[in-house]
């Protein structure tokens, strides 16, 4: 079992900057992939950006440039500049394990971008 904590959300400015962190505890040496997520109200949730355990990494078209996905120890980074006000949504961290597979989601954090 692997537990996921976020922090860092909160209201900021268009155009401003704030970084996301996530904490796992638990079996965290089963980890290969570590991701982070977004969802709106009323829409699916999508992948924001994606790091491997090589140092891979994938990012959503509409971040590129802006955000940056960091992973150290078991803390995952997300560093959002240039925020839009379409990047307002709820925060997921995610995990993935081997083996088996087992998935894992943060409870999320709030991310207002809003002048």
């Known amino acids: 079992q692997i537990h996921l904590v976020e922090s860092g959300g909160g209201l900021v400015q268009p155009g401003g900057s704030l970084k996301l962190s996530c904490t796992a505890s638990?079996?965290?040496?089963?980890?290969?992939?570590r991701a982070w997520y977004r969802q709106v109200p009323g829409r699916e949730r999508e992948l924001v950006a994606l790091?491997?355990?090589?140092?891979g990494t994938t990012y959503a078209d509409s971040v590129k440039g802006r955000f940056t996905i960091s992973s150290a120890e078991n803390t995952l980074n997300l560093q959002m500049n240039g925020l839009k006000p379409e990047d307002t949504a709820v925060y997921y961290c995610?995990?993935?394990?081997?083996?088996?597979?087992?998935?894992?989601w943060g409870r999320g954090t709030q991310v207002t971008v809003s002048s």
């Open positions: 995610h995990v993935a394990t081997m083996p088996g597979g087992d998935e894992f």
């Open positions: 638990g079996t965290t040496f089963t980890i290969i992939r």
């Open positions: 790091i491997f355990n090589s140092g």
